[in-house]
């Protein structure tokens, strides 16, 4: 991202950018700031774009060979084309093509043997969307509430981040709700983000874990039952548990030294929440752990086997986690 900011300061574009990677947000983003950069605005003359598997490559070529209008650069988007994923011969073309046409592919994800792929990265410049460390995405909420008049404490923002859908755009999309709830007040809490924010369901089942740990059989029925209300089926939740005790059994055993980014890599979560995993790894032993995993496979097992239904399953489960004698096993 930092060869795309040098490139607009510098106003020395490449003549081929390829965004991808599965932070969305971020090549939205960085398309549109391309295209700003490079027509100096609004300028719709100079700019073409074409989305999906279908396009016409004859009418991309055709555009490209046509010279800017009062402009010293054509800015062609292309979106969500696979060009990246199938054989093609669009690269043969690309060292033809005019310098005063700029041509920026936005993908979901591409396979670096394709050839189109090779050219991009060796003449262009291919840039890869990866989730953003925890430290940035802080300063990315920081900065949204900044801009619009907002503070909030940084121990805020990580209980905001660990209750929200990571993914960039969502946070911005709960970070507007939280704007317009908190109008007139300066500071955002943690009661605003429990009033407004559309909360993941890791983060019920962080929740729940709690409450299991604590011996808690009200709350953990009554986040179960919540998690009902969000339309999660038992067996569903069952997967949820299943997925969750797992996660925190690889990070319980895992090396001490281990960074955050490297834990969070292993076990396919996102880096901020690491801590939190950690953190609720204290209450557990490595023997709960693996006990709780079985009884959610013989729960599974019984379910398939007709000889209980999903829902009483969950519910005799989470009973069982929830007593003292069960869970300390």
Not at 56 to 75: G, K
Not at 218 to 242: G, Q, V
Not at 291 to 317: H, N, P, W, Y
């Amino acid at each position: 991202m930092k060869r795309i900011q040098e490139d607009i300061k510098n106003r020395a574009f490449h003549s081929v950018y390829l965004l991808y990677g599965e932070e969305r947000y971020l090549v939205r983003l960085y398309r549109d700031k391309l295209k700003q950069a490079v027509l100096d605005g609004a300028d719709e003359m100079n700019y073409s774009n074409f989305q999906g598997t279908g396009i016409d490559l004859s009418e991309v070529r055709e555009i490209a060979e046509t010279l800017p209008f009062f402009r010293d650069y054509r800015v062609i988007v292309l979106e969500d084309t696979k060009l990246f994923k199938s054989a093609n011969d669009f690269a043969d073309y690309l060292p033809s093509m005019p310098d005063s046409t700029i041509l920026v592919f936005a993908e979901k994800e591409v396979d670096k043997r394709n050839r189109l792929y090779k050219y991009v990265q060796k003449n262009g410049l291919a840039i890869e969307m990866t989730p953003m460390k925890v430290s940035d995405t802080k300063k990315f909420v920081a900065v949204k509430l900044q801009d619009c008049g907002k503070k909030i404490r940084e121990s805020t923002a990580e209980y905001f981040l660990e209750q929200v859908d990571n993914a960039l755009n969502n946070i911005e999309n709960e970070l507007e709700k939280l704007i317009a709830y908190t109008y007139g007040r300066e500071e955002i809490t943690r009661e605003d983000i429990d009033a407004v924010c559309s909360v993941q369901v890791t983060g019920q089942i962080f929740k729940m874990l709690d409450a299991v740990a604590g011996r808690n059989r009200k709350e953990t029925f009554l986040l179960y039952h919540d998690l009902l209300a969000l339309r999660e089926s038992p067996m569903s939740i069952l997967y949820l548990l299943s997925r969750h005790f797992n996660i925190l059994l690889q990070i319980k055993t895992m090396p001490s030294n281990l960074s955050k980014q490297e834990m969070a890599k292993k076990v396919s979560v996102p880096p901020f929440s690491v801590g939190k995993y950690q953190s609720q790894c204290k209450n557990f032993t490595k023997e709960q752990l693996h006990k709780m995993l079985t009884m959610c496979a013989d729960t599974e097992f019984q379910f398939k086997q007709g000889r209980i239904s999903d829902q009483i399953g969950v519910e005799i489960l989470l009973l069982q986690f929830a007593s003292a004698d069960e869970a300390v096993g």
